[in-house]
């Protein structure tokens, strides 16, 4: 039987999906719940007595192993993206008016930034001590959910095979194919996902206006604003979710064509409707 639970964690919505033989995913379910709030109060910039907030006013802390690891990968990923994916975009989504829970972000406004930020500071860490030079500050917001997604899989695969969908940030366990639909331009695919995980990352969810300006939450980092696009929207494919996270982001910063040259496992929905699957999904 298939068994389900959804909350709320991380300001989107989490659902998880189980295939159990005995209907008892209950205490799991509880278990991955708790993992996720964990996580959050690790990780989330929006909480002041989180251990990420407090790295960023302290500018060097002995933190967590998770938050070590979280903030390796991100760096990891800054390097093999050549720093389009970039963990030190903390000031230019304050600047953009991401300076609070998306739910609490007012949709237009007057633009209070009087300066450009400044992405790419130096962050460096040894074992589990983290220092940030004079600036920089972290938004782990483009890889957090995936890294919980990955841990929390892990949690449910105890009850039996099974998917986490931490707001389009899909990973899953133990070989079920699982249906995720995926929205294109001409309506929804439905993929039969039974290894590795998905992301998507778009503008056309998380959106503002400051001074009659459109602004959205993917950072550009070359410029430290939000980033002009040709696509609107892209789901990739990867072995797990934290490297989906990754390529979705590059995907959408650097464009249709990179998906192509990349053979990326991708559905890339255009600004003007067209949509294109490559790699794996062609």
Request: one cysteine or more; hydrophobic letters at 45%; charged letters at 25%.
């Amino acid at each position: 039987m298939i068994e389900a639970h959804a909350f709320r964690a991380m300001g989107t919505d989490i659902e998880l999906l189980v295939r159990s033989s005995n209907g008892g995913a209950s205490d799991v379910f509880d278990a991955v719940e708790a993992e996720f709030e964990r996580l959050e109060q690790i990780m989330s910039r929006f909480r002041p007595d989180s251990e990420l907030s407090q790295l960023n006013r302290a500018g060097a802390l002995e933190v967590s192993a998770e938050l070590a690891q979280v903030i390796e990968l991100a760096l990891a990923a800054r390097e093999g993206t050549a720093g389009r994916f970039d963990p030190c975009v903390h000031d230019a989504l304050v600047a953009a008016g991401y300076d609070r829970t998306f739910a609490e972000v007012a949709p237009d406004g007057a633009d209070t930034a009087h300066v450009e930020p400044v992405c790419g500071g130096g962050v460096s860490v040894d074992g589990r001590r983290v220092e940030l030079e004079d600036g920089a500050k972290l938004d782990l917001g483009g890889i957090g959910k995936g890294y919980a997604a990955e841990r929390t899989a892990d949690i449910l695969a105890a009850a039996g095979p099974c998917l986490v969908d931490a707001g389009g940030d899909v990973a899953v366990r133990g070989g079920h194919a699982w249906p995720v639909g995926v929205e294109t331009g001409e309506g929804v695919v439905t993929l039969a996902l039974e290894r590795g995980a998905l992301a998507t990352s778009g503008s056309d969810r998380r959106r503002w206006t400051r001074d009659g300006e459109e602004r959205h939450h993917l950072i550009d980092p070359r410029t430290g604003r939000s980033a002009e696009s040709e696509i609107l929207r892209v789901t990739a494919f990867a072995d797990d979710a934290v490297q989906a996270e990754v390529l979705a982001k590059l995907l959408f910063l650097a464009g249709a064509d990179e998906a192509a040259e990349r053979n990326a496992t991708a559905i890339v929905v255009t600004r003007n409707g067209e949509t294109l699957f490559t790699g794996g999904f062609a």
